[in-house]
């Protein structure tokens, strides 16, 4: 497994289909990985700081968490099959629970637990983006640091 940060998440043109956009901490590949609109904003929202009024879907199973006495430890995407992440969610005391990649994503900012991928996953889905390529990362933060969870209105589904 590798430790993995979030980048950040964006719209993808021309077809506008939200995308969550991981690092390999100590490595140069990157891990886009298409989400729906609603994990997106999700997603946006922790990154961001913004505390909704209600709990929101992840922030309410984040004060379950709380409330049963138990902590996320951390959240793992443990698989690609037909273009689909596959992601666990790793508690305390090593139950392991299967979840889509950008709910556990969503999740893992909220708690502020360890992300990471599987080898295999990143050899897969990763793109390679050699030192010299680190200015055009550094628009894409840029860009990424403008765009606000009402960017992403379509929901086209996680892939």
Same mark, same amino acid.
């Given at each position: 497994?590798?430790?993995? +940060?979030?980048?950040?998440?964006?719209?993808?043109? @021309?077809?506008?289909?939200?995308?969550?956009?991981?690092?390999?901490?100590?490595?140069?590949?990157?891990? @886009?990985?298409?989400?729906?609109? @609603?994990?997106? %904003?999700?997603?946006?929202?922790?990154?961001?700081?913004?505390?909704?009024?209600?709990?929101?879907?992840?922030?309410?199973?984040?004060?379950?968490?709380?409330?049963?006495?138990? #902590?996320?430890?951390?959240?793992?995407?443990?698989?690609?099959?037909?273009?689909?992440?596959?992601?666990?969610?790793?508690? +305390?005391?090593?139950? #392991?629970?299967?979840?889509?990649?950008?709910?556990?994503?969503?999740?893992?900012?909220?708690? *502020?637990? @360890?992300?990471?991928?599987?080898?295999?996953?990143?050899? %897969? *889905? *990763?793109?390679?983006?050699?030192?010299?390529? $680190?200015?055009?990362?550094?628009?894409?933060? $840029?860009?990424?640091?403008?765009?606000?969870? $009402? +960017?992403?209105?379509?929901?086209?589904? $996680?892939?």
């Amino acid at each position: 497994m590798r430790a993995l +940060d979030v980048i950040g998440v964006r719209v993808e043109m @021309p077809s506008n289909n939200p995308i969550v956009l991981l690092r390999e901490r100590d490595g140069d590949r990157y891990l @886009p990985i298409w989400i729906g609109a @609603p994990e997106a %904003s999700a997603i946006a929202f922790a990154q961001q700081g913004v505390v909704p009024p209600r709990p929101l879907t992840h922030d309410l199973l984040k004060d379950v968490i709380e409330a049963l006495g138990r #902590s996320l430890t951390e959240v793992r995407i443990v698989a690609m099959r037909d273009n689909v992440y596959f992601a666990e969610l790793v508690f +305390d005391g090593g139950l #392991s629970v299967s979840s889509r990649s950008s709910d556990a994503i969503a999740l893992a900012l909220r708690v *502020g637990c @360890p992300i990471v991928g599987a080898e295999e996953v990143l050899d %897969s *889905g *990763g793109v390679p983006v050699p030192d010299e390529d $680190e200015d055009e990362v550094e628009k894409f933060r $840029e860009f990424l640091d403008q765009i606000s969870p $009402e +960017d992403f209105e379509s929901d086209q589904g $996680e892939r």
